[in-house]
C-alpha cells in the first residue's frame, strides 16, 4: 500500500507539534484463508477494542503510533504510523496462504523508516514492538526476517510478542522470531482479552521515562494465553 507525499506530510507535522515520546508498534496479522469464520471475527473485534482503548488514554493516545500489517494471500500494510485519532478501524478479510516472512521484514522497515522520522524531527521513542498472529505455518522463507528480529531483540532494540492462534500455529517458528520470549498460544479465541493486556501494556510503558525497563502485567497472561 502506497502513502502520498500528503499523508507523509501530515505525519511529520504531528510529530512537530506533539513532541511526546512515542511508542511505535507494529501488528502483523495472519489473514489467510485458514481464518476464516470465527477467528477472523473474534480478531476483528480484538482490534477495534485495543485501538478504542488506546484512544480513551489521554497520555497513550498522544505516544502509541500504531502500524498494521496483514498477510493473506499478499502482504498488505493497512495503514502507517500516525494519529490514532485519525486512523480508521479496518475490517479485515481473509484470502489466500500465509507470506510470514514478508509480512515480518515489511514490518521491521515501517519500524526502521518511522524511528528516522522520530530522528529528525527530535522527538524521542521508546523500544519499539511488534506483535506476530497466526493460526498456521508461512508459506515463504523467514529466515531473514527471523534472524533481523532476533538481532534486534538481542541487542534491546525491539520488544516481539509472538501469538499462536489454535492448534495449528507452528510455536517452533514463532521460536525463531523471539529469542528471549516464549510464542504463546492463545486460549480458544481471547483476542478481545489479548487486545486488552496489549492496551493496558502500552498505556503503562507510554507513562515510564524513555529507556526505562517497564515491568509488564505477567500475571494476566493465563487469562488468554499459554505456553
Not at 521491521?108 to 522520522?117: A, G, S, V
Request: glycine share 6%; hydrophobic share 40%; net charge negative.
Amino acid at each position: 500500500m502506497a502513502f502520498s507525499q500528503e499523508e507523509f506530510m501530515l505525519s511529520k507535522i504531528e510529530l512537530e507539534e506533539n513532541p511526546s515520546p512515542r511508542v511505535p508498534i507494529c501488528l502483523v496479522l495472519d489473514t489467510s484463508y485458514s481464518m476464516y469464520g470465527e477467528p477472523i471475527k473474534e480478531l476483528n473485534n480484538g482490534v477495534k477494542l485495543f485501538m478504542d482503548s488506546i484512544r480513551r488514554d489521554d497520555i497513550a493516545s498522544a505516544s502509541a503510533e500504531i502500524s498494521m500489517v496483514t498477510f493473506g494471500g499478499t502482504v498488505k500494510q493497512v495503514f502507517d504510523f500516525g494519529s490514532i485519532h485519525r486512523q480508521t478501524i479496518p475490517h479485515l478479510g481473509v484470502e489466500g496462504v500465509t507470506p510470514m516472512g514478508e509480512a515480518v521484514n515489511l514490518a521491521l522497515d515501517l519500524l526502521e523508516r518511522r524511528k528516522m522520522m522520530y530522528s529528525q524531527s527530535g522527538v524521542d521513542y521508546y523500544q519499539p514492538w511488534i506483535v506476530i498472529m497466526t493460526d498456521g505455518a508461512p508459506t515463504d522463507d523467514i529466515a531473514r526476517a527471523a534472524s533481523r528480529t532476533s538481532d534486534l531483540v538481542n541487542k534491546k532494540k525491539l520488544t516481539i510478542f509472538p501469538i499462536g492462534i489454535g492448534p495449528s500455529a507452528d510455536m517452533n517458528t514463532l521460536k525463531q522470531f523471539s529469542p528471549k520470549r516464549q510464542p504463546l498460544r492463545l486460549k480458544g479465541l481471547k483476542f478481545v482479552e489479548f487486545f486488552e493486556w496489549l492496551s493496558k501494556s502500552i498505556s503503562m510503558v507510554s507513562k515510564s521515562t524513555p529507556g526505562e525497563e517497564v515491568k509488564l502485567d505477567v500475571a494476566s497472561i493465563p487469562d488468554w494465553g499459554s505456553l
